[in-house]
């Protein structure tokens, strides 16, 4: 179980999550949605170890994870897809996701000796090509991660941040840019990896994606919690349509947003690589 436990966070004088509480099961699938800037990257990022929380708790199956490094919270649990991907451009597919398996909390040295140890690097490898193979893009292992198409790489992203067999999957707005034969292969995917050990966090703009998904549905709005049900409670609610899915050109927007979208894939090539850092 993943808890935000009354969560602020502030950057100078703009408080980008305010007091938000939010409690993520394991199996079922959770959606955050909510307008641009409503703090839901926030979230992620915070959970992950990317930015620390202003002040507020947040605990994976009773772990607090703030203060831990980004390796730690990855080994406690916890795998991210970012909203903008961020896959090692130079490297192989199969590389992509056998760094991140990669034992990054010990000496370097060690660390060297182990990932070069035969076994260690045959039983990488298992993993990651059984993973390559749930998400359909084995075919792609030996593909640079850089010369994919980007609706590919999406995929390859969420076969890094499944690898480590989390116990809490975040997805940041995975459905971003694809087309509609995309979405509906992601859909199948996500809907694939609910489990019961595993909770999910699934943040979109695509409301038909989030309408036939998610089991629970936090609808985020200036950094705080402004509702939260089911699928059907969340549509008739008349604070959220009033609040954010009533307003006039509302929805279109979103759709487009989710439609229309390509981030500039971003690559930090070779970065990550010195063993040791978060
Ligand atoms: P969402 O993902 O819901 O679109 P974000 O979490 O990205 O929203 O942003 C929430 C608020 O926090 C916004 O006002 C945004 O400008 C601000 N913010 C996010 N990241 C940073 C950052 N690194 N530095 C300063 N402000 C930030
Ligand atoms: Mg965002």
Not at 20 to 31: E, K, M, Y
Not at 122 to 134: G, H, K, P, Q, Y
Not at 168 to 185: M, Y
Request: proline fraction near 4%; include cysteine; charged fraction near 20%.
């Amino acid at each position: 179980m993943l808890v935000f436990d009354r969560v602020t966070k502030r950057f100078g004088a703009n408080t980008a999550i305010d007091d938000a509480s939010l409690t993520i099961r394991p199996g079922v699938i959770t959606a955050v949605i909510g307008p641009n800037g409503a703090g839901k990257s926030t979230l992620v990022n915070m959970a992950a170890g990317s930015y620390c929380a202003t002040s507020g708790r947040i605990l994976l199956d009773g772990v607090e994870l703030q203060g831990l490094p980004k390796y730690k919270i990855a080994r406690v649990g916890l795998g991210r897809t970012y909203q903008n991907i961020r896959l090692f451009d130079g490297l192989t597919v199969l590389q992509n996701l056998e760094v991140a398996l990669v034992p990054r909390s010990l000496p370097r040295l060690i660390a060297e000796a182990l990932w070069l140890a035969p076994g260690g690097v045959a039983e990488a490898r298992v993993t990651s090509l059984a993973v390559l193979r749930r998400l359909g893009i084995s075919h792609l292992a030996g593909r640079e991660a850089g010369s994919l198409a980007y609706g590919q790489q999406k995929l390859v992203e969420l076969a890094r941040a499944i690898v480590g067999r989390p116990r809490a999957l975040l997805l940041d707005e995975p459905a971003a840019g694809l087309n509609h034969g995309e979405t509906d292969e992601l859909k199948a995917h996500i809907r694939a990896l609910r489990s019961p050990d595993l909770a999910i966090v699934l943040i979109e703009h695509d409301m038909k994606l989030i309408m036939s998904v998610s089991d629970e549905i936090y609808v985020m709005n200036r950094g705080a919690v402004l509702a939260q049900g089911t699928p059907a409670e969340i549509r008739d609610n008349r604070h959220v349509q009033e609040a954010y899915l009533g307003q006039p050109g509302a929805m279109e927007h979103i759709e487009t947003a989710a439609r229309g979208r390509r981030n500039r894939v971003r690559v930090r090539a070779g970065e990550g690589l010195a063993w040791g850092r978060a």
